[in-house]
C-alpha cells in the first residue's frame, strides 16, 4: 500500500525580491525534520514567485489608459488595478458583474488575467503572474539539486475559477521535472478493456493536492511538498501542454 | 505540522450488485491496517457506486431511436452507447470531432454524459453514473457510521474532461457530510488583506488529490482514504453546490 503524503513547509520567510526559493525550501524543510527527497513534487504558489522576482507593482506608480478607466467605471475595480490587468492580458474573454476574465499573454483564462492582490505586503502592491512559470520552476529545481542534491519536480500553481462550475481550484501555471498530463490511452483497464480516452492533468491534480496543505491563509502556508507520488519524468516540461487552444474546445 | 495523507484502500472484491460497499471499505480498510478514523475523506469512485446498485446495461438489449443512430454515424460511436449516453442527457453541448459533450440530468457536462465502459465487467456493458449520487454517498457514510462508529465524509467522483485546459481531472459529482466549498470571502491574508473572491472548491480538490492514488488502473483501487485534512462538515451537502448556472457563467 502506496500512501501518498502532501507536507506542509512551514517557517519559509516573508518572501522579497532576490531571495533565492530554491535555498528557502530546502532550509525550511530540513528544519521541519522533512528534509527533500529524490522524486519529490514541491508546489510553490505563484505569489512568492513572483514576489522573489521582483514583479510587483505599486499601483500608485500606473498610469491607467482611457480604456483601463472605463472598464474601471464598469466593474468598479480600481483604474490602476484594471491597467495592470490589461497590461498582462493578450485577450478580454469577459467583463462583467464586476469581474474581468482575460487570456493572459501565457495562454491561460483566468479572472483578472492572474493579478493578485492577497499575500502582497505593501497596501497599494499587486503581484503579476511570473513573466515565464517554466523557467522560474527550472531555477527552483535547479537550486534545489545544487544545495541538496536531490533530482525533484517543481510545480507553479495558482488559484483559478473555471467554467460551468463553481469555486476555484489549484491548477499549474509552470512546471520543471515533471510531464503535466499522463497520457493512458492504450493501457487496460481491470477487465482488459483498453482506454481510449483517458489523458490525466497530474500536474493540475498536484496543484489541487497540495492546496490542502497550503488553502490555510491564517498559517500563511505557500509550499507543499507531495511525497509518494511515482511522476514520469520531463526535462522540457511545460505548462502550456495544459492549455487547450479555442479552436480544439468541445465544450464552449 | 500537519501532514495530509492519501491512502489507497486496496483489496476490495470485484464490486457487484448489492454490495454493501460501506461494510466492503471499512474491512477492506481495517484489513491493510489503516482503519476508518472519525474525520477521515472516503473517496469513491462512481463507477463501483454505479455496479453495487445494479446500474449496469448491457448494450445489447438497447435499441437505439433514430437519433441516436444519427449522431452514432456522426461520430463513429456505437448506436446503442449513444442510446445509453441521450436517455442520460438533459442537454447537449457540442456533438462533434467524435465526442459527445452533454448535460446529465443532474445538471454536469461531461463527456458522453458520464456513462462509462472501462472499469465494467462484461463486453457489453456500460455504467452512466449513480442516478442520485449525493444519495448514494449518504448511504455509504450512514453504513461506515453503523459498522466502524466513525463519522467521516464521503465523496463520489467521477473523471471530467474540462474547458481550457487539456487533459482530465478528477471532480466531485456525490458527497455527504461535508460542506463542498470552502467560503474564505471575509478572511484575512497573511498581510491582514481582506479575502474578497475566495471560494474554494475543496471537494473537487480533494476528487482530484485522492486521484493520485486511485488512478493507477492496473491495480484497479477505486477507494481512496484521504487523512488528516480539516473540513468544515454538513449533513446537507450536494454535488448540486458545485454546478455553475450557464446564465451566471462568465467564462463561456
Do not use: W
Not at 168 to 187: C, F, L, S, T, Y
Amino acid at each position: 500500500m502506496h500512501v501518498v503524503k502532501i507536507i506542509p513547509v512551514i517557517g519559509l520567510p516573508i518572501i522579497k525580491d532576490g531571495d533565492d526559493l530554491g535555498r528557502l525550501i530546502c532550509e525550511a524543510a530540513a528544519k521541519q525534520g522533512t528534509p527533500i527527497e529524490d522524486r519529490d513534487i514541491i508546489v510553490v504558489t505563484h505569489v512568492i514567485v513572483s514576489r522573489s522576482e521582483g514583479n510587483v507593482i505599486n499601483l500608485d506608480e500606473v498610469i491607467p489608459s482611457e480604456f483601463a478607466k472605463n472598464v474601471a467605471e464598469e466593474t468598479g475595480k480600481d483604474p490602476a488595478l484594471v491597467e495592470v490587468i490589461l497590461r498582462e492580458s493578450k485577450s478580454i474573454v469577459r467583463i462583467g458583474g464586476g469581474h474581468i476574465i482575460a487570456e493572459t499573454k501565457h495562454g491561460f483564462v483566468c479572472a483578472n488575467a492572474g493579478v493578485d492582490k492577497s499575500n502582497v505586503p505593501g497596501e497599494r502592491n499587486v503581484t503579476p503572474l511570473p513573466k515565464n512559470p517554466d523557467f522560474s520552476a527550472r531555477r527552483i529545481r535547479q537550486r534545489i539539486k545544487e544545495i541538496s542534491g536531490r533530482d525533484v519536480a517543481v510545480i507553479i500553481s495558482d488559484t483559478h475559477g473555471r467554467p460551468l462550475r463553481n469555486g476555484e481550484i489549484n491548477v499549474a501555471i509552470g512546471m520543471a521535472g515533471i510531464k503535466p498530463i499522463r497520457d493512458r490511452r492504450g493501457e487496460k483497464d481491470l477487465f482488459g478493456y483498453v482506454l481510449k480516452v483517458k489523458q490525466t492533468a497530474i500536474a493540475d491534480e498536484l496543484s489541487s493536492a497540495a492546496e490542502l496543505v497550503i488553502g490555510q491563509a491564517d498559517e500563511g502556508i505557500p509550499v507543499a511538498i507531495i511525497r509518494g507520488y511515482s511522476y514520469e519524468k520531463s526535462e522540457d516540461a511545460t505548462a502550456k501542454d495544459l492549455i487547450r487552444p479555442k479552436e480544439k474546445d468541445l465544450f464552449i
